[in-house]
């Protein structure tokens, strides 16, 4: 199975810096140019399945990039970020930069945001999403979420230790990028991540800053 995936496009509170979590904000101008472009690059795939984030953003952009039936699945909304959605980071930093600084920089410490989840609770819903795709017949899958579900979506199929992330949240993958893996047998083979030189709009955007 080739399991493609991308993250959302780009909206205005991306633009404004503020964490989205299950909070929404529309997609802005670019966003939905990268959308367009996003549909242009992969126009020649024939897919058995798309699935997408509930949340309105990632529905959007699924909307935008294929023309094909979308699913919606909770288990693919973003991580709940509690008392900190909305916020804008570099407030967030003076408020409480112990625990933001924890959810990316040292994930084994992390517990979570006021009302908001854990790591454990979002890698449950991503182990429970790929035990039922992986019993599918299909040949070509399209997956659309968010950010931090994508790190937890990559955590996931690369076997990294919680203190691995590191590894791969540091930097977010441009809102439609594209991603592949295949998948045989529950294993997952990585061909290409973030791939984005078709966007008109790179960002190229560090998460934690």
């Known amino acids: 199975m080739n399991i493609y995936l991308t993250r959302h496009s780009k909206t205005i509170w ?20 990268n959308a367009l472009a996003l549909k242009k690059y992969i126009s020649d795939i024939s897919f058995d399945c798309v699935y997408s984030s509930p949340i309105e953003r990632a529905y959007h952009t699924a909307k ?41 920089n040292h994930p084994e410490k992390f517990n979570r945001i006021p009302h908001g989840e854990s790591y454990d609770e979002v890698m449950d819903r991503v182990i429970s999403f790929f035990d039922e795709l992986k019993e599918k017949e299909y040949q070509n899958v399209l997956i659309v979420t968010h950010g931090m579900l994508f790190i937890n979506i990559l955590a996931y199929m690369l076997k990294l230790k919680r203190e691995d992330y590191v590894q791969i949240n540091q930097r977010v993958v441009d809102g439609c990028s594209l991603t592949l893996f295949k998948e045989q047998l529950g294993q997952y083979e990585k061909v290409f991540i973030g791939k984005n030189d078709f966007l008109p709009n790179i960002s190229n955007e560090i998460f934690n800053k």
């Not at 991306?14 to 140019?33: A, I, M, T, V, Y």
């Open 64 to 104: 935008l990039i294929t023309n094909d039936k979308i699913i919606k699945d909770d288990r693919l909304m973003e991580m709940d970020f509690g008392d900190f959605e909305g916020m804008k980071i570099a407030d967030i930093l003076n408020m409480n930069f112990e625990l933001y600084d924890n959810m990316w």
């Open 14 to 33: 991306n633009l404004e810096k503020r964490l989205q979590g299950r909070k929404d904000s529309p997609l802005c101008k670019e966003g939905k140019e």
